[in-house]
């Protein structure tokens, strides 16, 4: 292996811990290093990673090599003038607001969980609670310096390359190794979230609080019960916000308006056995959380943790679903379909699905990443444990969502039916193109991509 380089063989998994495979990790520390890497791949290729946050098998590559992404890591350059960040692909999303938030800079998005890196943010194009506001997260990348196929360095902007670009934004890694990137944040005048709360019995009375209302936040998420049923089918609490001024977070007495700082409590023992999570017990949590909601409050001051990334209190929560792990299954819809959001709630609350909360957020225009993600309209995503016998039932609803104009995410794919690919991202032929003359030789490789047909 690459000489100097430390490596090591290691099972890796996906966030849904199910399908690991092993390869041979890489932890180069350098373009150089990764450029040899590439060199001496052999038939099984090399794949980068970054926190293994994907929920599937996007970051994994059996028998081949992966090449670690928080091996490479920190910032290189911080303009705090024009809040323009260059950090290094495997720099954490969590480092960049421990460094940035107390400078008056908030990530200009941000998923359910601040363990990403920059490399998976711009790899799965990825969205948070603002989608409908500021689009996704390639939107914000000025620039990234790509590791091509032949192990040569490219210095990429939507300007000077839109192929290369937007076939890297969402394009699982595939394309080549991101090195590093450059990126515009989001001006802040405090730390604290200005939070609207409004419970809703149903799943159309939140819809319809969503379409009317979600113009006037910048962040919203509704988390919905999914074992609820009957008149209750889709009851949720929607929580909506907007960073709060300098002048409220006074007025609340904060002494630190830009305090950042994070909590976790011990991770769950790794021996959880599978199946002890049963819908009785995920229904009282659900029960539980919707009681204690507020049927409606207004301007509650949250914590950046506490509003966008609950779960990461919790270190290793995936171990909750036990040995045999879960997935999750997310897909976006265009709003003349969204009865498909209705018809999946439905199908799934009456399968005994054992699901926590599943989340309901809407979308702005999508942009032009021939596999990005996100495209007008909503988007629903929702947890199941593995081994659950609802492999046929999502086969179904795949189709509807497929029928609707709609597709599935693939950074939290670990199922999908690969005949589906083209169906959901029409642009796949041209996204292969771009590939084709990257990686002429299919250097990189993946365990989704070999599933979906879209590496060999
Ligand atoms: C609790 C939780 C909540 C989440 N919420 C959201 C959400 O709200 N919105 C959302 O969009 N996503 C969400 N995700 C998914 C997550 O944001 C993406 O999967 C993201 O890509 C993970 O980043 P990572 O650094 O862990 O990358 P990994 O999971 O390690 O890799 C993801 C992909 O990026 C590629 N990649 C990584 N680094 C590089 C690089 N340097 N160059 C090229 N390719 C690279 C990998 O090959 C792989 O295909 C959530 C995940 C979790 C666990």
């Known amino acids: 292996m690459t000489a100097n380089v430390p490596s090591e063989s290691k099972l890796l998994w996906g966030w849904g811990r199910t399908a690991a495979t092993r390869s041979e990790v890489i932890h180069a520390p350098d373009a150089a290093s990764a450029a040899d890497a590439i060199s001496d791949a052999g038939p099984r290729g090399v794949l980068a990673r970054g926190l293994g946050r994907g929920y599937g098998d996007c970051a994994q590559n059996a028998g ?13 350059d911080v303009d705090l003038k024009n809040g323009v960040v260059t950090a ?63 192990g040569e360095v490219r210095d990429i902007t ?55 209302g979600d113009d006037d936040y910048d962040y919203s998420v509704a988390w919905i019960d999914l074992l609820a049923q ?14 709060a001024t300098l002048a409220e977070v006074s007025a ?39 009681r204690k909601a507020p049927v409606m409050r207004r301007d509650e001051l949250k914590t950046i ?39 999946s709630v439905e199908r799934l609350s009456a399968s005994g699905a054992s699901s926590f909360l599943a989340v309901l957020k809407r979308f702005g225009e999508g942009n032009e990443g021939h596999l990005s993600f996100p495209q007008k309209g909503w988007t629903l995503a929702l947890d199941i444990p593995a081994g659950s016998g609802l492999d046929r039932l999502l086969d179904e609803l795949d189709e509807l969502v497929v029928e609707g104009g709609g597709r599935v995410y693939l950074a939290k794919d670990s199922r999908v ?40």
């Open 64 to 76: 081949g090599t992966v090449l670690d992404g928080p091996s490479m890591s920190g910032l290189i």
């Open 88 to 150: 290094k692909a495997g720099t954490s999303l969590d480092d960049l607001m421990r460094w940035l938030v107390p400078l008056g800079y908030f990530v200009p998005v941000t998923p359910g969980t601040r363990m990403v890196t920059v490399g998976g943010a711009i790899a799965a194009d990825i969205h948070g609670k603002n989608h409908h506001r500021l689009g996704s997260w390639c939107n914000h990348v000025q620039s990234f310096r790509l590791l091509d196929g032949h």
């Open 158 to 212: 939507p300007e000077s390359d839109p192929d290369i670009f937007w076939a890297t934004a969402g394009g699982v890694g595939l394309t080549g190794v991101v090195l590093d990137a450059t990126i515009a944040m989001n001006p802040i005048e405090s730390s604290r979230i200005s939070v609207d709360t409004d419970r809703a019995p149903d799943l159309d009375s939140v819809m319809q609080l969503m379409i009317e």
């Open 230 to 243: 009957g008149a209750s089918m889709g009851r949720s609490v929607l929580e909506r916000g907007r960073f």
């Open 252 to 290: 609340e007495g904060v002494d630190k308006p830009l305090e950042y700082s994070t909590s976790q409590f011990p991770a769950p023992p790794d021996i959880i056995p599978s199946g002890m999570l049963n819908r009785l017990s995920i229904r009282a949590f659900n029960e539980l959380w919707y």
């Open 305 to 343: 943790e506490a509003f966008f990334h609950p779960l990461d209190m919790i270190s290793d929560w995936n171990r909750i679903y036990g040995k045999r792990g879960f997935l999750q299954w997310q897909f976006a819809i265009p709003d003349e379909s969204s009865e498909v959001i209705r018809r």
């Open 417 to 456: 039916r690969p005949e589906l690919m083209p169906l959901m991202y029409p642009r796949l032929d041209e996204w292969r193109d771009v590939r084709e003359k990257l990686d002429p030789n299919g250097v990189f490789r993946s365990d989704l991509g070999r599933r979906l047909g879209l590496s060999g």
